[in-house]
């Protein structure tokens, strides 16, 4: 395995690189091979002097992935495995439509992106917290994600979404940096409405977001709506329990004057009775959100199913009596493993079971 010594140079802003290069308008250059032109190489980077190419190539490393495998068609969801520069896997998935709730139109394209290699909050319902966390994701990583998919898939993304493999609040400064460099001109020039976090609920760090001038949407996973509910399925409820964590989405929503969606996974006998959904419709009044129902999406390895489809119409229809704006979703990628980490944890397993069987042969 490479190191990851030298940092890439698409970590940097333009204001990095404007401290970097002399004259100045070298910066821009450079930001123009990378999000515009899209090089493969410094060397490609052909109105730069040899020299200044020499001296980029000593000093950073260049961002690139490797397609390890890619599931799905142009016109369906496709999810894309991809091996980082140390060998470590993460995964993307592109959304043809996209979902109502992010307020975009059906002709867009949207981009779940990781923020980790693996995950340390072990939600219950999710692949990628089955193997426990492995380490945080540079902004390069993050941004090259959008870069390789829309590479591979031929198609312009114009929705991200941070709701891939990881806790995108746990790996904060490099989110924001790679946000910086999604949303700036000089970069990728995604509009910031168009860009989603979606956190388990790490509450002191949604208070921290709500200090951002960015107007960034934020989708909270609720998945219970009381303590003792919530905690059966998401661990991090211990820590920031559901009232500390409304207090945090209230401020969030004040301060930002933006309404908040709440993630709420229907898993059957568990989180999905006529007294939770009583529940979650006080909360959504209180914080002035709206609800994104998703049917749960079976993980290979754990025991929940989804809903019948008249429990899941019920719940939903309590809380549209109560007047929250409430979204049924019928969870698109269901046939490919679309729930986050599936695909990275199968690969891993199976590539495990490869070296264990060639050990064994051997
Ligand atoms: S749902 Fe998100 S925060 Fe929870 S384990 Fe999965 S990746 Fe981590």
Same mark, same amino acid.
């Given at each position: 395995m490479r190191s990851l010594i030298r940092p890439a140079i698409q970590s940097l802003l333009l204001s990095d690189l404007e401290k970097e290069l002399h004259p100045a308008y070298r910066a821009q250059q450079v930001a123009d091979w990378l999000y515009r032109q899209r090089v493969p190489s410094f060397e490609a980077m052909t109105n730069l002097p040899q020299q200044l190419r020499t001296k980029l190539t000593e000093k950073f490393a260049f961002e690139q992935f490797e397609q390890v495998r890619v599931l799905g068609s142009k016109d369906t969801t496709q999810k894309f495995l991809w091996r980082l520069r140390d060998g470590n !896997?993460?995964? =993307? %998935? $592109?959304?043809?439509? =996209?979902?109502? !709730?992010?307020?975009?139109? #059906?002709?867009?394209?949207?981009?779940?992106? #990781?923020? /980790? %290699? *693996?995950?340390?909050? *072990?939600?219950?319902?999710?692949? =990628? *917290? $089955?193997? *426990?966390?492995?380490?945080? !994701?540079?902004? #390069?990583? @993050? %941004? /090259?994600? !959008? @870069?390789a998919a829309e590479s591979a898939s031929g198609e312009n993304i114009d929705n991200v979404v941070f709701m891939g493999m990881g806790e995108p609040l746990a790996n904060f400064d490099n989110l924001m940096r790679a946000i910086a460099i999604i949303n700036a001109p000089w970069g990728l020039g995604i509009g910031a409405r168009h860009i989603t976090i979606s956190t388990s609920g790490l509450a002191p760090q949604i208070r921290q977001l709500a200090q951002n001038p960015l107007q960034v949407r934020l989708a909270v996973s609720l998945h219970g709506a009381t303590d003792e509910v919530r905690e059966r399925i998401m661990p991090v409820n211990r820590k920031y329990n559901v009232a500390t964590l409304l207090d945090a989405c209230d401020y969030y929503a004040t301060r930002k004057k933006q309404r908040i969606t709440f993630e709420y996974i229907l898993i059957n006998g568990m989180n999905d009775s006529d007294e939770q959904a009583r529940e979650l419709a006080k909360h959504c009044a209180r914080v002035g959100a709206k609800v994104n129902l998703i049917p749960y999406n079976t993980v290979h390895g754990l025991e929940w199913s989804r809903p019948p489809r008249v429990r899941q119409e019920r719940f939903h229809s309590i809380l549209s009596d109560r007047h929250i704006d409430a979204t049924l979703r019928r969870e698109k990628g269901h046939d490919i493993d679309a729930a986050c980490g599936q695909l990275r944890l199968q690969t891993v397993r199976s590539d495990r079971a490869a070296v264990a069987d060639s050990i064994s042969a051997s």
């Open positions: !896997l993460v995964e =993307s %998935v $592109l959304i043809p439509a =996209s979902p109502a !709730l992010y307020g975009t139109r #059906s002709d867009r394209r949207t981009i779940c992106v #990781s923020t /980790q %290699v *693996g995950c340390a909050y *072990g939600c219950k319902f999710c692949a =990628s *917290g $089955l193997e *426990g966390w492995t380490r945080n !994701l540079h902004a #390069s990583e @993050i %941004v /090259q994600q !959008l @870069i």
